[in-house]
């Protein structure tokens, strides 16, 4: 996915339960470091909140470019 992650580029956010949910997200930082350990790069994400639906802390799942 390296590759093909692009700022900018939107994104999926699906929280875990119990806030639930489909929320957009705009890519806007790509890490260019990879964690050998877990063979992983970091991406930062920017999402409103206005309401404070979403609590610190919170699993989320993302689909970037599908």
Not at 29 to 39: C, E, K, M, N, W
């Amino acid at each position: 996915m390296f590759t093909t992650v692009q700022m900018g580029q939107m994104a999926k956010v699906k929280p875990a339960a119990p806030i639930g949910g489909l929320y957009e997200a705009e890519v806007i930082a790509i890490d260019r470091v990879f964690d050998a350990a877990s063979d992983t790069f970091g991406v930062r994400l920017k999402l409103d909140n206005p309401e404070g639906a979403l609590v610190a802390g919170i699993d989320c799942k993302i689909e970037i470019g599908e």
